[in-house]
T-cell receptor, first 115, second 113 residues
Framework: AQTVTQSQPEMSVQEAETVTLSCTYDTSESNYYLFWYKQPPSRQMILVIRQEAYKQQNATENRFSVNFQKAAKSFSLKISDSQLGDTAMYFC????????????FGTGTRLQVFP | KAGVTQTPRYLIKTRGQQVTLSCSPISGHRSVSWYQQTPGQGLQFLFEYFSETQRNKGNFPGRFSGRQFSNSRSEMNVSTLELGDSALYLC????????????FGPGTRLLVL
């Protein structure tokens, strides 16, 4: 069975600084996809970034980037130039190639950005 | 394009009642997945429908059921409600192909008294 672990329940960062959220996963599959979703106080789940396991290059979306270490089964999210609007719960999620549309989520990291 | 919509946004029910939640996917999306979010259990997958067929199912009792219509809209039904069913129910839609990103609706918050 696949599992996703987020070991940091809460983190805080000052505005304009950089923060890294950790995520590890366990799977015997070789073909899968990884996601980071953000859930602000409105509870709307918003996609931040995605990574295909077969791609060696780390995904980047503006201020958000990942460090994908396939051998270590690690998928961390780096937020640069943090903004107050980044305050939210961040969930790491995993999906296999063959179990399409079934996301397995970690327990989340609550990120607080301070002015 | 309009996003995923869910109705109603809030519901209060009593134990033993049943409830039906609705989800309209993004236009062109054929897959709808349902998730339950609680403080204790986190985000858990309920089931997924693609082209009116249940394609994937999580570990929930038979009281939780769903269906999908020909226009890809989906409904989720919970019968004989229990206090523990109080949760935020999220639906997500995608094109339904392998590895496609799921886009979430705003959720339905269900309170069972």
């Amino acid at each position: 069975a696949q599992t996703v672990t987020q070991s940091q329940p809460e983190m805080s960062v000052q505005e304009a600084e950089t923060v890294t959220l950790s995520c590890t996963y366990d799977t015997s599959e070789s073909n899968y996809y990884l996601f980071w979703y953000k859930q602000p106080p409105s509870r709307q789940m918003i996609l931040v970034i995605r990574q295909e396991a077969y791609k060696q290059q780390n995904a980047t979306e503006n201020r958000f980037s990942v460090n994908f270490q396939k051998a270590a089964k690690s998928f961390s999210l780096k937020i640069s130039d943090s903004q107050l609007g980044d305050t939210a719960m961040y969930f790491c999620a995993f999906m296999t190639h063959y179990n399409t549309d079934k996301l397995i989520f970690g327990t989340g990291t609550r990120l607080q950005v301070f002015p | 394009k309009a996003g995923v919509t869910q109705t109603p946004r809030y519901l209060i029910k009593t134990r033993g009642q049943q409830v039906t939640l609705s989800c309209s996917p993004i236009s062109g999306h054929r897959s709808v997945s349902w998730y339950q979010q609680t403080p204790g259990q986190g985000l858990q997958f309920l089931f997924e429908y693609f082209s009116e067929t249940q394609r994937n199912k999580g570990n929930f009792p038979g009281r939780f059921s769903g269906r999908q219509f020909s226009n890809s809209r989906s409904e989720m039904n919970v019968s004989t409600l229990e206090l523990g069913d109080s949760a935020l129910y999220l639906c997500a839609s995608s094109l339904g192909l392998a590895g496609e990103t799921q886009y979430f609706g705003p959720g339905t918050r269900l309170l069972v008294l």
